[in-house]
């Protein structure tokens, strides 16, 4: 099996296991682990996986430029984007996260577009403008009376601060998986995470009882640790290496199809009409910014 069968491997396995996030994280928040205790976990979880896994190859020097770039991919990468998630899911439902979070594609085109000045073609700007009606959409009109969602608008624009800062990552990491091993990039994203979302995360871990933890808990905790941290972050580098970011967007379009799927089939969520009209809105806005346009007569693609 060659390196680009396993890359799509990797990108579907990080797809999937973010798609079931949605629905088995909450299960905790807050009753028994506040957000901010879970990203505690989280961090310091990936900071020792990384490094470990370091000790087995030679590390790469980092370039003395390159350090600066690295902390802000940590900052938006590892630290505002995991913090306004977890958050975002104590506050709002399974299913909303799972439709906002594809909107990342559509965050990264545009910061692309600012910051490395990549042209944004009419399908681009149509899908552009789709998927940002049917986000502010489950915003504005997907306010929900639960006692599980606290406060859904809220959580929900929680969610797109997600997807504006997760694109940055990926804008900003374009470059850095092409010139360091993964587990280089990731044990120094990880350390400078673990800087910055100590002192915001320690009280919530501090206030975690583990004597009235029920035992099923420990799966979850180890669930999102281990496979939401840290092999969700490791395949997707993998993934970057051997594919294109308009490949690996394709399975952005799985993720809220299996999220919504298991958290309706686990009793944790359900569809309503302004759910289904916002799903609609991002996944079509998504599918035509990031369709490629060939031009026939320079036989080319613009992406």
């Given amino acids: 099996m060659n390196r680009r069968v396993f890359a799509f491997l990797a990108a579907f396995g990080a797809t999937s296991i973010y798609a079931l996030n949605h629905t088995i994280a909450k299960g905790l928040m807050p009753t028994y682990i506040k957000p901010f205790g879970f990203i505690f976990m989280r961090v310091v979880g990936a900071f020792i996986l990384f490094w470990g896994l370091s000790l087995f190859r030679k590390s790469d020097p980092i370039e003395k430029k390159d350090w600066p770039k690295i902390m802000l991919a940590s900052l938006f990468g590892a630290s505002i984007n995991m913090l306004s998630f977890f958050k975002g899911l104590e506050l709002s439902t399974p299913i909303n996260s799972a439709v906002l979070v594809t909107i990342t594609p559509i965050c990264t085109l545009v910061l692309s577009a600012i910051l490395l000045k990549e042209p944004i073609t009419k399908n681009k700007t149509l899908g552009i403008a789709l998927g940002l009606i049917g986000a502010l959409g489950l915003v504005v009109f997907g306010n929900e009376l639960r006692s599980d969602a606290p406060n859904i608008r809220l959580g929900n624009t929680l969610f797109i601060v997600n997807a504006l800062s997760y694109g940055a990552y990926l804008v900003l990491t374009r470059s850095l998986v092409q010139k360091y ?16 979302n100590f002192p915001i995360t320690i009280g919530d871990f501090l206030d975690i009882q583990w004597s009235t933890l029920p035992s099923w ?23 970057m290496t051997e594919l294109k970011a308009s490949t690996i967007g394709v399975f952005t379009y799985v993720q809220p199809v299996m999220g919504i799927l298991f958290a ?22 998504v599918y035509l910014a990031s369709k490629r346009v060939r031009i026939p007569s320079e036989k080319k693609e613009v992406s």
């Fill in 264 to 285: 309706v089939l686990a009793g944790k969520d359900q569809f309503t009409l302004t759910k289904i009209v916002a799903a609609s809105l991002v996944i079509g806005g």
């Fill in 181 to 196: 091993h993964p587990f280089t990039l990731l044990k120094w994203l990880f350390t400078f995470s673990l800087m910055i």
């Fill in 217 to 239: 808990s420990y799966a979850t905790i180890a669930f999102v640790v281990v496979g939401v941290t840290f092999l969700t972050y490791l395949f997707n580098a993998f993934a």
